[in-house]
């Protein structure tokens, strides 16, 4: 993506804490997850990736090499938990979450608080703010990336629907706020 734009700005990346950790996201595009591993390196990620992906050889490879996993968003198996959990553990990976799951919806999904207190990994919040299209892309439109303060999920917090309700709060709060520092007069709407 940089090669074709070549405008990519990354702001706030002293807020990444040291060690392993979670990128939360809302998705914008089907970038993001690599100039956000761009703009958080040297350190390595993991992320989820539809399971439709892994049906096309070419995009499977890929995705196997860059330390993806499938999910099947339909009926999500334990494993869409359990690989993620593993590999924060392991200290060698850190991961790529969008609590929404698609480019269309909004709506947060429990897992990333799941795992970020199952593995006891911070969640940072992260912003991509620039083309959204393919063709806007190739307009060389700015890109940037803004990354916000950490979220800590105690290891004792019960996860009932209140506080998924809290955390869900906390990272749309924080989206909203690094959107505001970065653009004022940014605005997305997931369609």
Known sequence: ????????HVHHKDRIPDGNYILVAPHRTWWEPILFALAASPME???????????????????NHSH??????????????????????????????????TRHSSDLKAGAVVIAKLSQKPLVPVIYQGPVTFKGLLKRKPMEICFGEPIYVDRKTKMTKENQALYDKEM??????????QNPNFHYEAK
């Not at 090669?3 to 990519?8: K, R, S, T």
């Not at 993991?46 to 070419?58: Q, S």
């Not at 749309?172 to 520092?181: G, H, I, N, P, V």
């Open 68 to 101: 993806a996993f499938p999910v099947d968003r339909q009926n999500p198996g334990p494993s869409v938990l359990k690989i993620p959990i593993k590999g924060l553990k392991e200290g060698k990976l850190s991961l790529i979450v969008f609590p929404s799951g």
């Open 45 to 63: 990620f993991m992320f989820m990736a539809k399971i439709e992906l892994f049906k096309n050889p070419v995009l499977r490879f890929i995705l």
């Open 1 to 8: 993506m940089w090669v074709l734009n070549g405008h990519l």
């Open 172 to 181: 749309q709060e924080a989206w909203d706020k690094l959107d505001k520092e």
